[in-house]
């Protein structure tokens, strides 16, 4: 049974495993609850059978802006529409939230997801590394 739920509760060490292994990144415990009860206006997961195989959410300026970040599904669930319907769950909960925008910034072979699958427009932004990507 899939279930797509807004705003719940978030395990830490769910949703740091469910990172690492869609990055494909080393484990790491990262205070996700913390970080997103302060930055975040809303975020929305994907679960199968009561387990999080899905994430996505949205920081705020604290006005009518919200910037989506992290979207992620478990490598062995990509392709059948679950990144989708975890984004849409989160725009709803924005608009009934008086969000106006909502940006989004992604590499090149994620441009058909973001602007077919979920209908972002094109905009021009600019995009500075301040530092090398983690081990």
Do not use: K, N
């Amino acid at each position: 049974m899939i279930e797509i739920r807004t705003r719940f509760p978030v395990d830490d060490e769910e949703l740091s495993r469910l990172h690492a292994e869609a990055f494909d990144r080393r484990y790491a415990l990262t205070p996700w609850a913390e970080r997103l009860a302060r930055h975040s206006r809303s975020w929305a997961g994907v679960f199968a059978a009561g387990h999080l195989v899905g994430f996505v959410h949205a920081v705020w300026d604290g006005g009518e802006h919200a910037f989506l970040l992290d979207a992620v599904v478990t490598p062995a669930l990509q392709g059948r529409g679950f990144g989708r319907r975890v984004v849409a769950a989160l725009i709803e909960d924005l608009r009934e939230r008086d969000i106006t925008w909502v940006h989004v910034d992604f590499e090149p072979h994620l441009e058909a997801f973001y602007r077919q699958a979920c209908g972002f427009g094109p905009t021009h932004a600019g995009l500075l590394r301040l530092r090398a990507d983690p081990d």
